[in-house]
């Protein structure tokens, strides 16, 4: 164990940047050995945010890629488009330079939608298995033939709040990132408050956009690999609906309730959601 330790902890050193076009860097954090599991972080948050999977994932024999999408975090911030397609495409750019093969692909919240477009778009040449956490699918807004989760009109009035007082947005939010505005202690509420507060406020209105316009009902029907859902029974911005409605359309789907979780059940039940992860990439 000490050994194995020690190759983790002092082993080669790998890229933190990935140029996904020119002038255009997302910043990875890509650690461990074994069969890799990609974690795409939700809005507006960075890699980061997996802080408390990456040892365990690790000590469980797995690469662990985190990737933050552009226009957070440390990632570069173009003042350009960031639509599903366009972060979709970054992943793969990021898989293809890393050759990543046989991979567990587990995206939360917003990070969950761009992992189905990614899926649809591009197939599962690199990713034999997927993990919808939280995840803003099959639609985060209403529609007259889904009602479910948060008007449009609700999410117009965040992309304002945007521009007028974007702290004052995240702080709003926070209030009901997990089951109870207590559920989190105050340490852990300031951290994940500084990775949103890090991002591109530009980036953080246009992904609004995306997840306020993009239906993935039809993506979801393209995806044939194995697929876990894990979401909060008291979830907030994500309703435990979507993930109800995402099993639906899913070929090959197994959904996890996490009881006494909101939105930020990788938080809030810590334990059970790295041993649901790690249970589910160990399956061959």
Same mark, same amino acid.
């Given at each position: 164990?000490?050994? /194995?330790?020690? #190759?983790?902890?002092? %082993?080669?050193?790998?890229?933190?940047?990935? *140029?996904?076009?020119?002038?255009? #860097?997302?910043?990875?954090?890509?650690?461990?050995?074994?069969?890799?599991?990609?974690?795409?972080?939700?809005?507006? $948050?960075?890699?980061?945010?997996?802080?408390?999977?990456?040892?365990?994932?690790?000590?469980?024999?797995?690469?662990?890629? %985190?990737?933050?999408?552009?226009? +957070?975090?440390?990632?570069?911030?173009?003042?350009?488009?960031?639509?599903?397609?366009?972060?979709?495409?970054?992943?793969?750019?990021?898989?293809?330079?890393?050759?990543?093969?046989?991979?567990?692909?587990?995206?939360?919240?917003?990070?969950?939608?761009?992992?189905?477009?990614? /899926?649809? $778009?591009?197939?599962?040449?690199?990713?034999?298995?997927?993990?919808?956490?939280?995840?803003?699918?099959?639609?985060?807004? &209403?529609?007259?033939? +889904?009602?479910?989760?948060?008007?449009?009109?609700?999410?117009?009035?965040?992309?304002?709040?945007?521009?007028?007082?974007?702290?004052?947005?995240?702080? #709003?939010?926070?209030?009901?990132?997990?089951?109870?505005?207590?559920?989190?202690?105050?340490?852990?509420?300031?951290? $994940?408050? %500084?990775?949103? =507060?890090?991002?591109?406020?530009?980036?953080?209105? &246009?992904?609004?956009?995306? =997840?306020?316009?993009?239906?993935?009902?039809?993506? /979801?029907?393209?995806?044939?690999?194995?697929?876990?859902?894990?979401?909060?029974?008291?979830?907030?911005?994500?309703?435990?609906?979507?993930?109800? &409605?995402?099993?639906?359309?899913?070929?090959?789907?197994?959904?996890?309730?996490?009881?006494?979780?909101?939105?930020? /059940?990788?938080?809030? *039940?810590?334990?059970?959601?790295?041993?649901?992860?790690?249970?589910?990439? *160990?399956?061959?």
């Amino acid at each position: 164990m000490e050994k /194995l330790i020690e #190759n983790k902890l002092f %082993g080669k050193v790998r890229a933190e940047y990935i *140029e996904v076009e020119p002038f255009v #860097n997302l910043h990875i954090t890509d650690a461990g050995e074994g069969r890799p599991i990609v974690l795409i972080p939700g809005w507006p $948050l960075s890699d980061d945010m997996y802080e408390y999977q990456y040892n365990d994932l690790m000590n469980s024999h797995f690469r662990v890629i %985190g990737i933050t999408l552009r226009g +957070f975090g440390k990632s570069s911030k173009p003042y350009t488009a960031y639509n599903y397609d366009v972060h979709a495409l970054d992943i793969k750019r990021v898989l293809d330079k890393l050759d990543v093969k046989d991979a567990v692909l587990c995206g939360f919240s917003m990070g969950g939608a761009i992992a189905i477009s990614y /899926l649809s $778009l591009y197939g599962s040449s690199r990713v034999s298995k997927l993990v919808l956490a939280g995840a803003a699918a099959p639609i985060w807004t &209403q529609r007259e033939d +889904f009602p479910y989760n948060l008007t449009q009109s609700a999410v117009d009035d965040l992309i304002a709040l945007n521009y007028k007082d974007r702290p004052l947005l995240l702080a #709003n939010f926070a209030k009901i990132f997990s089951a109870t505005e207590t559920s989190l202690n105050k340490g852990i509420s300031k951290w $994940l408050n %500084g990775m949103g =507060l890090v991002a591109s406020a530009h980036a953080t209105a &246009q992904c609004l956009y995306a =997840l306020r316009d993009t239906d993935l009902r039809n993506d /979801l029907k393209k995806i044939d690999i194995p697929t876990l859902i894990m979401h909060g029974k008291k979830d907030k911005i994500c309703s435990f609906d979507l993930a109800e &409605q995402s099993k639906k359309l899913l070929s090959d789907a197994r959904l996890i309730a996490f009881e006494h979780s909101g939105h930020s /059940l990788f938080l809030e *039940e810590t334990r059970k959601f790295n041993t649901e992860l790690i249970k589910f990439a *160990e399956i061959n």
